[in-house]
């Protein structure tokens, strides 16, 4: 590290142009990359679900009515009065030429079918499939949802479906973005000339974030070129850029001024800074980065999107904190003080604030360690009971279109004929096979929760689901879906020519379909069993099941699967960097311990309020009784790396004051002291960036900077400034245990963080 800093003080200008010459290219050149990310990307490409899908969509592009659907209202009488129906028609057929859908049917072209009419005859569907890739699915029906609200004295429309939520949900995440950046940004600019005491070292940790953001938006751009990436990544990647410059910023900016008081030239504080600071971040983003690409083990493309923006925006972040960052102090030197708001006063080594507490732990450890681990395991109590589910309408608001569609369809139809469970057969012959296609559908119909199966053979229904009703019935009535004693049709209703369609093969095969409507929610625990029992059916058929219950209980396996391979690959590498710091086994062992800790209180809060619907009408949203599946994982990998960049600044200063005269207790009030006002006052200006996120409309951001601003505060205020020392005091000396053969091992291959010896100060003092 003394080479760089030498090598940045030598060449200070050029560092500077060079970074003014590439800021602006990486803002021209990713600047445009959100619309080229992809607001997809939530399934394994090699579960059973995503395999059905794919297999379905080859043979049958037509299949997917469920991409783009329309509630349509009437406003006088009911959906079969002949006006009615003559406009609905029209509109299903305009639906039908439009470009890039495939295909659109309706309540009036199916031969008026009861299970696309809601229960009060005054609201029915038209469904249609779209063409293309995921992403071009999603801008398509974006364009489609704003050409088709309409209202006309005689009926109403509001879009929904799976393409058309994905556009809307990615929409509002991008919007939020902008309203939460427009929120923390001047209340960021406050804090900051407060923390930092001057408007011209405020405005470095800008600079700093400003390098991260828009680097890491260049690498996004050229990521899309090879892999999908998700639109939700840019909301970490703008978060954690400039939480983490703030972070560095502080404390590199910190240390170089604790050198300048000392008497020393802008030279020898830089490279003092860069020695000790310089090494700390550094070794801190390393454990940061860690964290996050463990997110790449998993198969999801969701999950590795974050890993991808988040590894790129630390590794930036702190380039550019111990690259770019010193090359300004050399520039500036005492200039930095300029636009001084205050001076703050000299504190005692131990005799501060922080200091203080730290002894004050220290006098009586056991009951300072025993009271905060147990609120912390009090909080934690919720998590025990967490029901994973996954993101649906419910994440937007209600005044989102296509989430009040969906409300409409869930509470005035009988059936959820847009969340229909398609079972791909792809080595079945309609004509050979039809005594096996006849025989698995019934095993279908059999199931509890199942309202009709639509095969090319016909409809298999379950009492008197498919005949018109005999009249209107209040909405939200139920019309005998779920009768699990009447008799099955095993004759099957015969297809209209407009339903049969649906079922013709054009990829040549003899591959066929059936879909299964359930008359139940799809992401719920009995949406689990339909779809697990599903599975279990015997049949000499080889079938793949598919849907959002489907998906649900691939990715849970997938993503669950793979989390201990996560989780291990992070406590493992982050030990052994804990290790080379400290050269004991005892501390990296105590800050996985509290980590962990601190991260299940979060958990805990996070399902007491999410999950369970606790504060949802303070936060504004609406509780669906589960927590998003990646949710807790993203939290997990985030909050630990930031868990443990606090940890690594505060164990250095103690690590360092610690090897000048092997006092553990002063070590640790000392340490404690130079870094407490530095951390609390970094943590607290990442929590104004993520309460920014929370003010998001969407469920999952807004559970994200909700989780991650407690996460941060819990960590700071109760893991650093109580449990540390608490937990230091208990072990005494033992804190810096080793066996003799790896403190030997330590001592010729670990990374120190002592005084630079100031006799080496001479080589930053000749650099001119």
């Not at 989102?400 to 469970?421: K, L, P, Y």
């Amino acid at each position: 590290m003394r080479k760089l800093a030498i090598l940045i003080v030598r060449r200070r200008w050029w560092v500077v142009a060079v970074t003014l010459i590439a800021l602006p290219l990486a803002a021209i050149f990713g600047g445009g990359v959100h619309d080229r990310l992809t607001g997809g990307g939530f399934e394994d490409p090699a579960s059973e679900s995503a395999r059905a899908r794919a297999e379905i969509k080859v043979a049958f592009p037509q299949a997917s009515l469920s991409d783009f659907v329309l509630v349509v209202t009437v406003k006088h009488g009911t959906v079969d009065d002949p006006g009615v129906t003559q406009a609905a028609t029209a509109l299903t057929e305009k639906l039908r030429h439009e470009p890039g859908v495939v295909a659109a049917n309706s309540y009036w072209t199916y031969g008026k079918v009861a299970q696309l009419r809601s229960t009060d005859s005054r609201q029915a569907l038209v469904v249609a499939a779209l063409s293309g890739k995921e992403d071009d699915k999603f801008k398509r029906a974006g364009v489609l949802a704003e050409q088709y609200t309409v209202s006309t004295p005689r009926l109403s429309t509001l879009p929904t479906g799976e393409a058309v939520l994905v556009d809307q949900i990615s929409k509002q995440a991008e919007k939020d973005l902008q309203k939460s950046e427009l929120i923390t940004a001047p209340i960021t600019a406050i804090a900051l000339v407060i923390v930092f005491g001057s408007i011209v070292a405020a405005l470095l940790p800008l600079g700093v974030g400003a390098i991260a953001v828009l680097g890491t938006f260049l690498v996004l751009t050229l990521l899309t070129l090879l892999t999908p990436v998700s639109v939700f990544a840019l909301n970490l990647t703008t978060a954690l850029g400039l939480g983490l410059a703030i972070d560095y910023s502080l404390f590199m900016v910190s240390r170089y001024r604790e050198e300048l008081a000392r008497g020393v030239s802008t030279n020898v504080a830089v490279g003092r800074a860069m020695q000790t600071a310089g090494r700390t971040v550094a070794f801190s983003a390393g454990t940061v980065m860690i964290s996050l690409a463990a997110l790449a083990v998993f198969d999801v493309p969701y999950l590795r999107s974050f890993s991808y923006a988040g590894v790129a925006v630390v590794a930036l972040a702190a380039v550019a904190a111990v690259v770019v960052l010193p090359a300004v102090l050399a520039v500036l030197g005492p200039r930095i003080e300029k636009g001084r708001i205050f001076k703050p006063k000299p504190e005692s080594e131990t005799g501060g604030l922080w200091g203080s507490q730290a002894r004050r732990v220290m006098r009586h450890p056991v009951p300072y360690a025993l009271g905060v681990s147990g609120l912390l395991v009090l909080l934690a109590v919720p998590f025990f009971h967490l029901n994973i589910g996954l993101t649906d309408d419910r994440v937007v608001p209600d005044s989102v279109s296509g989430r009040r569609a969906v409300d409409q369809i869930r509470g005035c139809f009988a059936t959820r004929e847009s969340n229909a469970i398609a079972v791909s057969l792809p080595n079945a012959d309609v004509a050979s096979d039809g005594a096996a296609i006849k025989q698995l559908a019934g095993q279908f119909v059999r199931l509890p929760g199942v309202a009709h199966v639509d095969t090319a053979l016909g409809i298999f229904v379950k009492g008197a689901l498919v005949p018109a009703f005999t009249g209107p019935k209040p909405c939200g009535s139920r019309v005998g879906a779920l009768d699990e004693h009447a008799k099955i049709n095993f004759a099957p209703i015969a297809l209209v020519p407009t339903q049969q369609q649906r079922f013709v093969n054009h990829a040549g095969t003899h591959a066929t379909y059936l879909t299964v409507t359930p008359a139940l929610e799809p992401m719920s625990p009995a949406g689990d069993r339909l779809v697990r029992s599903m599975r279990a059916a015997n049949s000499p058929l080889e079938f793949h099941v598919m849907g959002l219950g489907a998906r649900l209980i691939d990715t849970k396996e997938s993503v669950l699967g793979r989390l201990p391979l996560a989780i291990g690959i992070v406590a493992l590498a982050t030990f052994i960097l804990l290790f080379l710091m400290t050269g004991s086994l005892l501390v990296p062992l105590k800050a996985l311990v509290l980590n962990v800790l601190s991260l299940t209180a979060t958990f805990g809060a996070m399902v007491y309020i999410f999950q369970d619907g606790h504060l949802s009408g303070l936060l504004g949203f609406t509780p669906t009784g589960s927590v998003d599946v990646f949710t807790p994982i993203l939290m997990f990998c985030i909050s630990f790396g930031l868990s443990m960049d606090y940890e690594v600044f505060l164990l250095s200063r103690i690590k360092e004051e610690y090897d000048l005269d092997r006092n553990n207790e002063h070590a640790v009030a000392v340490g404690l002291q130079k870094t407490g006002k530095i951390v609390t006052a970094a943590a607290l200006l990442l929590t104004i960036v993520f309460v920014g996120i929370a003010t998001s409309d969407v469920a999952i951001v807004k559970l994200f900077g909700v989780g991650l601003t407690l996460a941060v505060l819990v960590d700071a205020f109760l893991i650093r400034a109580t449990l540390v020392p608490a937990f230091m005091r208990l072990a005494g000396r033992s804190n810096w245990w080793a066996p003799a053969w790896l403190r030997r091992w330590h001592l010729r291959y670990g990374i120190w963080e002592n005084e630079p010896i100031a006799i080496l100060d001479r080589e930053f003092e000749s650099v001119s």
